[in-house]
């Protein structure tokens, strides 16, 4: 059973900057999509990056600019660099396999002050 644990999460002022990592488990990493995802206020979290297999990215036009998302491979883990953090960034973040039915890790929570 696949499995992700998040961390990097904290505190931070706006306009600064966070790295989140999330080591995974229990599948082949190499051979899967990742994206990381955030929950504010809803009850479900939503997309906001994605790295393919051959690291091409994608964003959501949000963070676009002041995000990236990054992987390595030979140690099962994926990160989000995130730079010029705004209070509308504040959630708990997730990493899971893109298009894949997961269960969800404990996720790593961030708050941006103003």
């Known amino acids: 059973q696949a499995k992700f644990v998040e961390s990097g999460g904290g505190l931070v002022q706006s306009g600064g900057s966070l790295r989140l990592s999330c080591v995974a488990s229990?599948?082949?990493?190499?051979?899967?999509?990742m994206g990381w995802y955030r929950r504010g206020s809803g009850t479900e979290p939503n997309w906001v990056a994605l790295i393919e297999t051959h690291n091409t990215t994608k964003y959501i036009s949000a963070v676009q600019g002041r995000f990236t998302i990054s992987r390595d491979n030979a140690n099962n883990t994926v990160y989000i660099q995130m730079n010029n953090l705004k209070p509308e960034d504040s959630a708990t973040y997730y990493c899971?396999?893109?298009?894949?039915?997961?269960?969800w890790g404990p996720g790593t929570q961030v708050f941006v002050s103003s």
């Open positions: 229990g599948f082949s990493f190499s051979t899967y999509a």
């Open positions: 899971k396999r893109a298009l894949v039915w997961d269960n």
